[in-house]
């Protein structure tokens, strides 16, 4: 049998499980002859609030050895302009788009989420947790088990949407969240989202972040992703599973779904190589044809024991 690159995500068909991550694709003017969307398995929209953020000063982006730091403030233009200016372009692909949803409060996240509902094309809402939480003393949603259920549990009940909940692996136990995420409602899960750090430059003695700390994204967290993919997937294998941090080529994505992934976000890689997810999906179709297996759910969850068994040491 021919390989194929399709994957259902409980009840959500992609042509191919490497999509690109949130905040990649903005405006398809921008990345015009760069990139073919349409080979894409989904488009993952930046994170959408209900007022328009304009983000900090800059600069906002530094390099680190192992990828980048950023410090965008979550910057968007809204849910009004975005229903206009953004959304249709997007649906206007045939791709799958995925709506990121983002709040400082829990009716912020519903405002947004009731404003998408009666948009047709969207095809689930990914909820980022990694915004503080500004009623609850400003600890992001992600790291308190009860606040992520409570904003998940809030959306997933009003929207017609699948709602993925994006997580956050800077927490005691990853498990916990997500399990509360489950409960609440969650269709499936986003891991990880960036991981907060810091560059500094010695000669000026400064951060190189105007806001000082940011959000670490590259291979640095790659990782970190694996671990919370393999975490959750061994608790929930059930529940569908994005694999995102780190992911930039064919090994990093094949080794997200042996971890449990059910599909990629392409985030910090798609900077230097706008293309790269194309490249990464005939990676992933080439190690299926290699290894024997007719699709991604195949090859998830596939991950072998780390002491090689007898028969294995005899080969």
Known sequence: MKAMLDVDLDGIALRSPVMAASGCLRSLKDIHGL???RKLGAIVTPSITLEPLHGGPGPRVAESPSGILTATGFQNPGIEAFLVEELPSLIRTRV????SVGGTRLDEYLRVATDLALIDGIAALEVNLAFPNLERGGARFAHRAD??????????RMTRFPVFAKLSADVADIVDVARACIDAGAHGLTLINGVPGMVIDVDDERPRLAAGTGWVSG??????????????SQAFPAIPI?????????K?????????????????????????PLEITKDVLRHLRKTGLDSPSELRGGLRSAQPTAAEDER
């Not at 606040?147 to 997933?156: F, T």
């Not at 990093?252 to 790269?276: C, E, I």
């Open 35 to 37: 990139l073919d969307v």
């Open 219 to 232: 291979p640095a967290i790659r990782p970190l992703a694996q671990r919370a993919i393999f975490d959750v």
């Open 242 to 250: 994005l694999g995102c941090g780190g992911i930039s080529d064919g």
């Open 147 to 156: 606040h992520a259920a409570e904003v998940i549990g809030a959306v997933s």
């Open 96 to 99: 799958p788009v995925i709506v």
């Open 252 to 276: 990093s994505a094949v080794a997200a779904m042996l971890a449990g992934a059910w599909a990629v976000q392409v985030g910090t890689a798609m900077l230097v190589q706008p293309d790269v």
